[in-house]
């Protein structure tokens, strides 16, 4: 069965590294997510990774996939204010044409000055 | 180009009423999916449309919830006789095919 899991908080100060990490149990994803969920709004896809992939940097951040220990990672560089927020792991494997995604309960980031 | 937009964005109901709640797609989008997120859960998949079709419904509860997408204009997620543990913010997303999937800022719904 599908089954992502987050660890649930997250505090670190302004301008150090955040690792939010998340594992996985479904073998045949194809394709792992982070997305950003700020207070009252939607979800903001900030990155993804295809699953024959081990690393994939995007400006201040960097995703981190060990396929055999089914383990993603995310690191925020120079964290700021405004990266708090809860942020999602998910997977899916695309069957036909679907793409429905498997989220973590999430991992809320407070960032302290 | 407009997002996803959902209508109402925040929606209150007592007990035994019906909620409805829209999802516009992007322009171009022709699937549509519904999610839903428990209070200090992660997003739960509902259920996966196209246009007049229902693909994928393996997550929604057998009882009381439908939805559609209809030729013409939004997908709607029905509600009946809604109790207080339907309580939840349901996020529509859509996509092109079956490439990156685009939230909605979600309907909240309270119910009393």
């Known amino acids: 069965g599908e089954d992502v899991e987050q660890s649930l908080f997250l505090s670190v100060r302004e301008g150090d590294s955040s690792v939010i990490n998340c594992t996985y149990t479904?073998?045949?994803?194809?394709?792992l997510y982070w997305y950003k969920q700020e207070p009252g709004a939607g979800l903001q896809l900030l990155t993804y990774?295809?699953?024959?992939?081990d690393m994939k940097q995007d400006q201040r951040l960097t995703v981190l996939l060990n396929k055999k220990d089914k383990h993603l990672s995310l690191r925020i560089a120079d964290t700021q204010t405004g990266d708090s927020a809860i942020y999602f792991c998910?997977?899916?494997?695309?069957?036909?044409?679907?793409?429905?995604?498997?989220f973590g309960t999430g991992t809320r980031l407070q960032v302290t000055l | 180009n407009a997002g996803v937009m959902q209508n109402p964005r925040h929606l209150v109901r007592r007990r035994g009423q019906e909620a409805r709640l829209r999802c516009s797609p992007m322009?171009?989008?022709?699937?549509v999916y519904w999610y839903r997120q428990l209070p200090e859960e992660g997003l739960k998949f509902m259920v996966y449309?196209?246009?007049?079709?229902?693909?994928?419904e393996s997550g929604m509860p057998k009882e009381r919830f439908s939805a559609e997408f209809p030729k013409e204009g939004p997908s709607i997620l029905r509600i009946q006789q809604v109790v207080r543990g339907d309580s939840a913010a349901y996020f529509c997303?859509?996509?092109?095919?079956?490439?990156?999937?685009?939230f909605g800022e979600g309907s909240r719904l309270t119910v009393l």
């Open positions: 449309l196209q246009k007049e079709n229902i693909i994928d």
């Open positions: 998910a997977e899916s494997v695309h069957e036909g044409t679907a793409s429905k995604l498997t």
């Open positions: 997303a859509s996509s092109q095919n079956t490439g990156e999937l685009f």
């Open positions: 322009k171009g989008h022709s699937h």
């Open positions: 479904d073998s045949s994803s194809t394709y």
């Open positions: 990774i295809f699953s024959n992939m």
